[in-house]
């Protein structure tokens, strides 16, 4: 039996898997069950890169919100150019180097806040991205300041790189859903859009920061007031936070940093072997228990029929909201508003979702890589099945034997877990389909190259197709991986606002020197290349269905 006969009947078994947990009631223009399957992938990668610097930068454009909880007692990180506390809200940093790269006096940190730099309001002396500060010459220093949760803070974490300032839809979920712009709104700009060779676009507002960063901060924490909330937490080449009042905060020092703040090769700055090891070491989680994702008050693009086709065409793979109808993206709004309070006052997360996506990556991820890549016997190919599959056969079943082990290796991950919110439900919807699709193509190499009496190199050829059309379906970031690194070496990915497309292609190991010749992964300059995303170099992706004509 051909594969391509074996996968008629998977459509109808998907829609079976849904009937397993019973639909979520829900309008037209709601989140749905049906939608959540639709995009199982997606909200299965959404939830197993949350808070990861890896997973987040490979699918940088984030289309979902979760409640976060900080505990007392997490120290954060801050730099400016006053020891002075900010009145208002500024950026902390999970990390010492990401911060310590914006405590300067006289030169700009290296891109990332807004003009002035994480901690510097009106009034004090402007951190302009990437360039010289304009103006007197009076001596000013820089101040690293560190911080204490003196409570529990609760957050809005944004996922994907939402502290990336590009065209390329790292910023969506944040203009678009949540301060409610539309895709004409920057371009009626005058500081943004081309008024041609005659006249040159007028500079921004003093202070607005790349992309309009510091109004973007100041309606974020508008919101967060609203909702009760501490401030907004996102990812750039790091992890961030907008705290809207350092008056929560015990400042535990600010101490002047050595007057060494020229730019250019050896200085402070991003890029640096010893700032990489500081990310690397965050690719998997931000560490020592500093956050915790409250998974059941998930609230995604992904769970509604909202149109997130990429205008740029060669990047299918990424969602946009560019397309996205006004009312559609107001719904998504009221939802997150209606989350909020039903989930703030809780004290633990109900299901940790993301362990039980890293216990279903952890079984197969580099077992479906090397049946697709490094497998080329029958041998081989049917002993690595075997291991993946034999544990959900029963050889007492003489009737639907391959349709049972696909059900009971469907839910072998999902029976500890019993969905208690909406987006549970949704969630867990999202999950089945995505473990049904591993199974059912597992049972049916199984039955190509194991139950077959008569394997042939035709049977392997299509056992092989199946598993990279999987992992292409799957788009796990593991998936993607360096080769073991030297001590002086750390596997480097793009991170905004540094990396190439290269390196985004295919990740590799890096000692902090720059990659010459190679093309910029996010365009020309701090904030991407104006409208749309980076070329692309030899690579192809998949589009993925997320136009919304297929719902």
Known sequence: MRLHTLLTGSLAAASAVGARSGELVADSSGPSEEIARLRAPQIFNAVHNAMRQWGSSLHHNGMSFFLATVPEGVLFHHGNDS????????????????????????????????????????????QVILEAVDGDDDEVHGY?????????????????????????????????????KKPDDEEQAPWIRDQGDKEPAPKPPSGGGPRDERQRATDLCELAQEWGLDGIIRMEAGFEIIQCDFSDL????????????????????????????????????????RTAIDYSSMVSAFFFPVNLTNPDSKRQDLPR???????????????????????????????????????????????????????????????????????????RDEEDKADKAVERCTYFYLHSVSPVTEPDVL????????????????????????????????????SVGAVKALMEYLNWVRFKRCPPCAINEVCLIPMWPFGTVEQYNSPRCSNGTVFDGEENYWGRGPGGRPGGGPPRVGDRHKPWPLSGSEL
Request: aromatic share 6%.
């Open 427 to 462: 969630i867990k919807a999202a999950l089945e389909t995505t473990t049904h699709r591993i199974c059912e193509v597992l049972l049916q190499v199984r039955q190509l190259v194991v139950d077959d009496p008569t394997p042939d190199q035709e049977s392997l050829d299509e």
């Open 250 to 289: 015990e400042q535990v020092q600010a101490l002047q940093r050595p007057d060494d703040n020229r730019p250019g090769p050896g200085h402070r700055g991003f890029g640096g072997l010893e700032q990489l090891r500081g990310l690397a070491e965050r690719y998997q989680g931000i560490g020592s228990s």
């Open 321 to 395: 909201l560019s397309s996205a109808e006004q009312d559609g993206l107001a719904g998504i709004k009221a939802y997150v508003a209606k989350m909020i309070p039903e989930r703030k006052d809780e004290l633990s997360r109900t299901v940790d979702w993301q362990d039980v996506t890293d216990m279903i990556v952890a079984r197969y991820a580099d077992r479906l890589k090397f049946m697709a890549e490094g497998v080329h016997t029958l041998e081989v190919m049917a002993s690595e099945v075997n291991f993946l599959t034999n544990v959900f056969i029963d050889n």
């Open 83 to 126: 020891p002075l506390s900010p009145t208002e809200p500024e950026w902390l940093a999970y990390e010492i180097e990401h911060a310590e790269g914006f405590a300067r006096g006289r030169w700009s940190g290296p891109g990332g806040r807004p003009g002035n730099g994480p901690g510097s309001g009106p009034g004090r002396r402007s």
């Open 144 to 180: 690293l300041h560190v911080y204490r949760t003196t409570r529990t803070m609760k957050y809005i974490y944004v996922d994907g790189m939402g502290a990336g300032k590009t065209s390329m839809g790292t910023l969506d979920s944040q203009d678009r859903i949540l301060r409610g």
